[in-house]
């Protein structure tokens, strides 16, 4: 059964390959705040797919690093519709290793909207 968008996080939403993130990473917009970089790029599939990068560097704990990209996914599933159309990484920057959940969810809401107007716009 086919879940409706904005209710999960499917393989077809995820960039899976080096070469998918490589064209993001090459020719994006970049839309940022203090805890985290969002790298925008136009696709021709018609909906949002979403990567995350989240380094050692930023957060050395294995457990750290899990608790951000969840905090990224959920958002993003929630948010995908409105940024429909576009690849996109999320780079967590280390002031996001000590931020509070709340704060991160926050955080990735305004880097949704701001995205969402950008791609309007262009």
Known sequence: MQQPIG??????ARLTRPAEYARVFAGARRVADYYFTVLVIHNDYGRARLGVAVSKKTAPSAVVRNRIKRRIRETFR?????????????IAKPPARAARG?????SLDRLWQRVSQRCERS
């Open 78 to 90: 929630l948010h995908q519709t409105a940024v429909g159309g576009n690849d996109l990484v999320v």
């Open 7 to 12: 209710s999960g996080y499917p393989r077809s």
């Open 102 to 106: 709340a704060t991160l969810n926050t």
